[in-house]
């Protein structure tokens, strides 16, 4: 902010998880992480309000899951007078898979409440 740092490099963010759905036939598990501290590596800890961005409603995961088969179609190319075979999902879908977040991984984070930073490194 302005040239100066506001929080160190190598301090940690905690939270936990919100709210979780698990993976179920045709939807992936997902997760929304509240934030509630930063701990600085000389031990100083502020509490913060927040969250993991995320586009989906700050939520992580929960896309369809994967078709369970493919079936091949013809479709005649009038334009060119030949026919190609296309692979079409089917409407039965598989379990769905868990959501993680890689360690380490660049995320945004949102605050929803001012944080009392006073802490300088």
């Known amino acids: ?18 709210k979780i759905n698990d993976p179920v ?32 409603n700050n939520t992580f995961g929960g896309g369809i899951s994967e078709p369970v088969k493919y079936t091949k179609m013809s479709h005649r190319q009038s334009r060119f007078h030949y026919t190609t075979l296309q692979v079409k999902p089917v409407y039965e879908r598989k379990m ?20 009392q930073i006073i802490h300088t490194p």
């Open 1 to 18: 902010m302005y040239d100066t740092i506001i929080i160190p490099k190598d301090t940690e963010i905690y939270g936990y998880i919100e």
């Open 25 to 56: 036939i045709g939807t992936n598990a997902s997760m929304k992480i509240r934030l509630s501290k930063i701990l600085c590596k000389d031990g100083c800890e502020i509490p913060i309000k927040g969250y993991l961005y995320n586009a989906n």
């Open 96 to 115: 769905g898979t868990h959501t993680t977040i890689e360690t380490g991984s660049n995320e945004i984070v949102v605050l929803t409440a001012p944080a």
